[in-house]
């Protein structure tokens, strides 16, 4: 029994000991990302401001060049080649696209009606997160928890296209339809069907197309083992560099509300805290389950845990303003939402150890 324990930790540390020194203290990285976004926005006067004015069509130039930049190296790492064979995954596909879009939705809107049945602007904020299907930092948690990187394109490519077509009804739906449906409040709201096509554009299509033809010309130019083995490394670091920036950004924008506010802020956390937990753990089960191998697993399981927080606060902002409670709840789903999938990824590294280890 001493024996097996002993053995499982060692499994458990060589595990670990897989990710860098930085990846493996990412989440001291990103905790200190946050303080320094909210003491810029609390002690710079109107850089929130001025941050949110430095934007070209409502689109937030800082966090889009972040985001470019914390995307590009993963995308660029895929060998697009694969992407046939990934397509042919109907089991996980299908798995992926009711966690998604009707599990993750439905989980979201009840959380935020049993723990926010008397904050009406609030409740709407997390609904907006709910519905907002992960498009890009999904990318960095399934590379750090050893996903299947090409699945997790084509999964992310699937949330994008369906995120296009149905946000905007959804938003609708959830917000205004359900509840009345219901008997609860319910709140008018306008989504723009351009406006979401616009974002998912700027935040995945333009990565996305850099890292395919960076991929594919290199790749035939210098061959896969020159590609691998010497430029991935090299723009690797860059994914997670640009995670940091586009954080202290974010916090930098709502600073001051968040520490005005910190009751609120638990009010919000919570539900969202459940909900990251809660859809992290059926989607790692389901996998296990369906008998997808950990690689499969951990794609399915952050794929359908991680939400599009750019998008969800893109819509906020733009339909309610910057300074309304639906803004400060779409700025604080990242602030929960990155160091609680931080802490799936090694919970998910652990779980490989335990459950996949043959």
Not at 13 to 24: G, N, T
Not at 82 to 89: D, F, S, T, V, W
Not at 254 to 260: C, L, N
Not at 346 to 352: D, E, K, P
Request: proline content about 4%; some cysteine; hydrophobic content about 55%.
């Amino acid at each position: 029994m001493v024996h097996n324990d002993i053995k499982d930790e060692r499994s458990r540390v060589s595990a670990l000991k897989e990710l860098s020194f930085f990846d493996r203290f990412l989440s001291l990285w990103i905790i200190l990302a946050m303080v320094i976004g909210v003491v810029l926005g609390k002690v710079v006067p109107n850089l929130g401001n001025y941050l949110g004015k430095v934007q070209i069509d409502g689109t937030s130039v800082p966090i889009a060049i972040g985001l470019l930049l914390m995307m590009f190296p993963v995308l660029a790492k895929v060998n697009y080649s694969q992407i046939g064979k990934a397509k042919a995954e109907k089991k996980l596909i299908s798995a992926s696209l009711i966690l998604n879009w009707l599990v993750g939705p439905l989980l979201m809107y009840s959380l935020a009606w049993i723990f926010l049945y008397n904050e009406p602007q609030f409740r709407t904020g997390l609904i907006l997160i709910g519905i907002a299907r992960c498009i890009a930092m999904v990318l960095i948690w399934n590379e750090l928890a050893g996903g299947n990187t090409v699945l997790a394109v084509v999964l992310v490519a699937l949330n994008s296209i369906f995120q296009i077509v149905s946000y905007a009804l959804l938003g609708w739906l959830f917000i205004k339809v359900l509840p009345s449906a219901m008997g609860l409040k319910s709140q008018s709201i306008d989504i723009s069907f351009f406006a979401v096509f616009e974002n998912v554009l700027i935040y995945l299509g333009i990565p996305l197309a850099l890292g395919v033809v960076t991929s594919m010309f290199f790749r035939q130019k210098k061959g896969n083992e020159w590609y691998e083995d010497t430029f991935v490394p090299k723009i690797s670091p860059f994914a997670l560099y640009g995670l940091l920036f586009t954080i202290v950004v974010l916090f930098a924008l709502q600073g001051k509300s968040i520490i005005s506010n910190p009751l609120e802020v638990v009010k919000i956390a919570l539900p969202l805290v459940i909900y990251f937990v809660v859809m992290f753990s059926i989607s790692f089960f389901i996998g296990k389950f369906i008998k997808l191998g950990y690689e499969k697993t951990a794609t399915l399981a952050f794929t359908a845990a991680g939400n599009n927080f750019e998008l969800a606060i893109a819509v906020s902002i733009s339909t309610f303003g910057i300074a309304s409670k639906v803004a400060l709840a779409g700025v604080v789903g990242p602030l929960i939402e990155v160091p609680v999938l931080v802490l799936l990824v090694y919970f998910s590294i652990f779980l490989r150890e335990r459950l996949f280890s043959s």
